[in-house]
T-cell receptor, first 114, second 114 residues
Framework: AQSVAQPEDQVNVAEGNPLTVKCTYS??????LFWYVQYPNRGLQFLLK??????LVKGSYGFEAEFNKSQTSFHLKKPSALVSDSALYFC????????????FGTGTRLQVFP | DSGVTQTPKHLITATGQRVTLRCSPR?????VYWYQQSLDQGLQFLIH???????AKGNILERFSAQQFPDLHSELNLSSLELGDSALYFC?????????????FGEGSRLTVL
């Protein structure tokens, strides 16, 4: 079965510092991976996705993610964090060929301190 | 704005009651997914409809049902409500049946069962 894991419940980083939010995956076949962000009392907003091609994927709001097949990881990164990046981040994998639903990780709360 | 509209945004009701949550997908999107987000369960897939037909069921209780109408809007019906049904219910839509595309989420309907 397809799954993703987010090993950190919370990540704290100072504004201006680089940030990384970790995600590992377990899939059969090619992984279709996604990152979403959720601000308080809001829906999930799509950040970026990896389908195929370059291992470094660029997305919205300056975020990028690195796909690493050997480590089965898809970590979200940003070179310089902003206080406004503070939110809940979800990694997800598309359950291709079965239901096509997204299977989400448990989420990582990112807190950026001024 | 994702283009997915959910109503109502907030709903407070009593145990044993029945409620209906409504979702209008993005224009042209044929797939509608329902998710439940609770503090202890994270984001759980409930059900997927494609062009009016049920495609897959996830962790959806028998007290819950859904349908997608010819105009592609969808409704999620929750009956015999229990305290544990209090959660944020999200609808998402997708334009592609093959799963390389992202899902676009509405702002959610927050259900409180007292």
């Amino acid at each position: 079965a397809q799954s993703v894991a987010q090993p950190e419940d919370q990540v704290n980083v100072a504004e201006g510092n680089p940030l990384t939010v970790k995600c590992t995956y377990s899939v059969s076949g090619n992984p279709y991976l996604f990152w979403y962000v959720q601000y308080p009392n809001r829906g999930l907003q799509f950040l970026l996705k990896y389908i195929t091609g370059d291992n470094l994927v660029k997305g919205s709001y300056g975020f990028e993610a690195e796909f690493n097949k050997s480590q089965t990881s898809f970590h979200l990164k940003k070179p310089s964090a902003l206080v406004s990046d503070s939110a809940l981040y979800f990694c997800a994998v598309r359950d291709i060929g079965n239901t096509d639903k997204l299977i989400f990780g448990t989420g990582t709360r990112l807190q950026v301190f001024p | 704005d994702s283009g997915v509209t959910q109503t109502p945004k907030h709903l407070i009701t009593a145990t044993g009651q029945r409620v209906t949550l409504r979702c209008s997908p993005r224009s042209g999107d044929l797939s509608v997914y329902w998710y439940q987000q609770s503090l202890d369960q994270g984001l759980q897939f409930l059900i997927h409809y494609y062009n009016g037909e049920e495609r897959a069921k996830g962790n959806i209780l028998e007290r819950f049902s859904a349908q997608q109408f010819p105009d592609l809007h969808s409704e999620l019906n929750l009956s015999s409500l229990e305290l544990g049904d209090s959660a944020l219910y999200f609808c998402a839509s997708s334009g592609t049946r093959v799963g390389t595309g992202e899902l676009f989420f509405g702002e959610g309907s927050r259900l409180t069962v007292l």
